[in-house]
């Protein structure tokens, strides 16, 4: 088989997808991308050249609503699923280093 | 018994809501530790509903449309005070503190919703074996799947745990599940049932739809389903037929498309025997058969699994572990918070899928590959805009075979893609389609046979169903 994505390029991906795989993980995955990535080329027999890409398959634009006031989820409401909250807000950890 | 029959019970007396909901209860305890259809089951609450919708009916009170009848509903869709887990760790903790759309409708309607049922996670599979809380197994042989990812809810109503369940369906997950089971399962017009509430995967593909033992208690539901949201920008806002009313009125001249591009190599043979046994059924009927051609139909697969990975790798993004679901106890600083607690809450398939997706959509890969598909899947939905220039609805198998082995396919993902190739296109072009089962093969696993329409045509679709559904009640 031929090698459609290497394993520095799945260590890559894995960085932007926000996942922290293990090297047996990247390992699999750059083999199983590999198969799936060389039957999408499928695709590539097909001339689309002027063919107009289609993101919705009912075409809808803009649907506007009013800008109107309504009753929002009530802060406990919010916050109950919360992993880590003070009552307030939702915790996360420190973004800046300290001192 | 069928959904009217149940409903006619109620209104004589013959039987009550809560008389149903504990016969459904029953049965779930005597045989959920076996078929793992559910995820969850309200008991207390579904009781209380019952009740409520009994004294409203003892009292002459105006009832719903599906006054006391049990509905299972796929986990990955909002309820109010009961965990929503997509069967995912990563929502395990969750509770939602609101109802999807669609659950207001069944709760205006007076339905009563008894659980929560199993999916392949965050509804990415074809088998129900990626749940991350053990897979659901097929009530006509538990050695084999129930297909997916509304496993959970096919295998419920097939089961009689609920007479109605509600599915979602992105490539065939609806319908391929109702198939191997042996229900009826739609897939209506995208944008026909809104979504608001239902936990996105691919958001221009996913659509809610109905399950049932036949085609009126599926029409009965869509009812329910259908209709406006503002709160979906999506949903389209659009006269709701009556889908219940004339349905067993045959169609006069019904004319059924067949694209030689379906009976290609890889369909097994028993299936291939029962889908032209029942087009000869449906021609006996006075339906008339025509060819019509789908060019791009082996171009379907390939072009699902970009657009869909695409999408979903977008709208998981939100797990991150900080407004809701889990968060890992073991990390650095806040990106490895975000990977870390991701990794930990997602099954191998999600990630998979999460990967092909964030590929395809990364710079210098996107035009060859995202926006390749787009293009594609244009071609496909003008196939079908041509084809249904010159017939009704267009007919095809829903399943290369019947249920396959728990554990068969696993290992080889694409395989598994591969089982969606009738299925994904209808979600490709936005169309409504439905599997509805016509026999079995000789093992007595059930065979469907799926019927697609135009946009918007759920009621001659319906219609359609419910002859193919008559002469199978001939044949048997």
Redesign the interface.
């Known amino acids: 088989m031929s090698e459609k994505?290497t394993i520095d390029?799945?260590r890559q991906?894995?960085k932007?997808?926000?996942?922290?795989?293990s090297e047996d993980?990247l390992q699999q995955?750059s083999k199983?991308?590999g198969?799936?990535?060389e039957?999408?080329a499928?695709?590539d027999e097909?001339n689309?050249d002027d063919?107009?890409?289609?993101?919705?398959?009912?075409e809808?634009r803009n649907?506007f609503?009013a800008d109107e006031l309504a009753e929002s989820?009530p802060r406990e409401?919010?916050l109950?699923?919360?992993?880590?909250s003070d009552g307030r807000y939702?915790l996360?950890?420190d973004?800046l280093k300290k001192g | 018994m069928t959904v009217s029959q149940l409903l006619q019970q109620m209104e004589s007396g013959a039987t009550t809501s809560e008389q149903l909901v504990k016969n459904c209860l029953n049965r779930i305890a005597a045989e959920d530790e076996t078929i793992h259809a559910f995820l969850y089951i309200d008991s207390d609450g579904a009781l209380d509903a019952a009740r409520s919708v009994d004294a409203k009916r003892a009292n002459g009170r105006p009832t719903g449309l599906l006054a006391g009848l049990p509905v299972a509903v796929k986990d990955n869709i909002c309820t109010r005070g009961l965990p929503t887990t997509c069967a995912s760790r990563m929502l395990e903790p969750f509770v939602p503190p609101y109802d999807a759309h669609i659950v207001q409708q069944l709760r205006a309607a007076d339905a009563v919703v008894i659980g929560k049922t199993n999916l392949d996670e965050f509804a990415m599979g074809s088998s129900t074996e990626n749940s991350a809380f053990g897979a659901t197994r097929n009530p006509a042989d538990t050695d084999r799947s129930p297909g997916g990812s509304s496993g959970g809810s096919a295998a419920a109503v097939a089961a009689g745990f609920a007479p109605l369940s509600i599915g979602s369906d992105t490539g065939g997950s609806i319908r391929q599940p109702a198939a191997f089971c042996g229900v009826v399962g739609m897939k209506p017009t995208y944008g026909r049932v809104s979504r608001y509430g239902l936990v996105a995967f691919a958001s221009s593909l996913d659509q809610i739809g109905p399950l049932a033992n036949d085609v009126d208690g599926a029409a009965r539901l869509l009812q329910v389903l259908a209709g406006y949201d503002k709160r979906d920008s999506t949903s389209i806002n659009r006269e709701v037929p009556n889908f219940v009313e004339g349905l067993q009125v045959p169609i006069e001249g019904l004319r059924i498309g067949i694209a030689s591009e379906h009976l290609v190599e890889g369909l097994s043979e028993p299936i291939r025997h029962r889908f032209e046994s029942t087009l000869d059924e449906l021609r006996a009927a006075g339906a008339t058969v025509v060819d019509v051609s789908l060019p791009h139909t082996k171009y379907c697969v390939a072009t699902y699994y970009l657009i869909a990975p695409s999408e979903a790798s977008s709208n998981l993004a939100r797990y991150d572990g900080v407004h809701y679901g889990r968060r890992t106890e073991n990390f650095d600083d806040l990106i490895d918070l975000y990977a870390a607690s991701r990794a930990e809450g997602l099954g191998p398939e999600v990630k998979r899928r999460i990967m092909l997706g964030t590929y395809a959509l990364s710079e210098g890969y996107s035009d060859k590959f995202y926006q390749r598909a787009l293009k594609v899947r244009r071609l496909i939905r003008d196939d079908y805009d041509t084809a249904f220039a010159n017939v009704d609805v267009i007919a095809s198998p829903v399943t290369p075979t019947t249920a396959f082995r728990i554990g068969e396919l696993v290992e080889d993902p694409l395989a598994m893609y591969l089982n969606d190739i009738y299925t994904i296109s209808a979600n490709l072009a936005g169309l409504p389609a439905i599997s509805i089962p016509a026999g079995t093969d000789e093992a007595g696993l059930p065979i469907g046979f799926q019927l697609t329409a135009p946009a918007f045509e759920e009621f001659r679709l319906l219609k359609a169903a419910a002859m193919v559904e008559r002469q199978q009640e001939v044949r048997s």
């Open positions: 994505i390029e799945v991906v894995a932007l997808s926000r996942l922290k795989l993980e995955l199983q991308m198969s799936i990535l039957y999408v499928i695709l097909l689309t063919v107009e890409p289609m993101a919705q398959a009912v809808v649907a609503r989820l409401d919010a109950a699923n919360a992993p880590a939702f996360v950890p973004i």
